[in-house]
């Protein structure tokens, strides 16, 4: 074998070697099917975790409105039986003073659910 053999046969052992170095290197790089779930699974973790969030401040914002609505009910209760109160003492000084009331103008089904009791 001459010099020119030899120089041949190392270069191609050397082209054969940076093909396999080549090639594990390529498949080393590449991510596993266990990488892709672990990745996937992060993904949708903090989806789930946005999501939780925005559904915590929604049921935030709902719980404010319906205390403010609790609330305004509360008062208007209190608005309803004073006048309640009201009315029926002038009727009572109407009467005592010998005169009748007007009569009353027809009460709505939705009213009368919450004032049954009217002697008016």
Same mark, same amino acid.
Do not use: C
């Given at each position: %074998?001459?010099?020119?053999?030899?120089?041949? =046969?190392?270069?191609?052992a $050397?082209?054969? $070697?940076?093909?396999? $170095?080549?090639?594990?290197g390529?498949r080393?790089?590449?991510?596993?099917?266990?990488?892709?779930?672990?990745?996937?699974?992060?993904?949708?973790?903090?989806?789930?975790?946005?999501?939780?969030?925005? =559904?915590?401040? /929604? $049921?935030?914002?709902?719980?404010?409105?319906?205390?403010?609505?609790?609330? /305004?009910?509360?008062?208007?209760?209190? #608005?309803?039986?004073? =006048? =309640?109160?009201?009315? /029926?003492?002038?009727?009572s *000084? +109407? /009467?005592?003073?010998? %005169?009748?009331?007007?009569? #009353?103008?027809?009460?709505?089904?939705?009213?009368?659910?919450?004032?049954? *009791? +009217?002697?008016?």
């Amino acid at each position: %074998m001459n010099a020119e053999t030899w120089t041949a =046969l190392s270069g191609g052992a $050397v082209g054969i $070697v940076s093909a396999g $170095v080549t090639a594990w290197g390529a498949r080393s790089a590449r991510r596993t099917k266990r990488q892709e779930n672990r990745d996937d699974f992060i993904a949708i973790t903090n989806q789930q975790g946005a999501a939780i969030e925005r =559904l915590e401040a /929604r $049921v935030q914002r709902q719980e404010s409105e319906a205390e403010k609505q609790r609330e /305004r009910i509360t008062d208007q209760d209190e #608005a309803i039986s004073w =006048l =309640l109160h009201r009315v /029926r003492s002038l009727v009572s *000084h +109407i /009467r005592k003073a010998g %005169m009748e009331p007007p009569p #009353a103008e027809p009460m709505s089904d939705r009213a009368r659910r919450y004032i049954h *009791h +009217i002697d008016a």
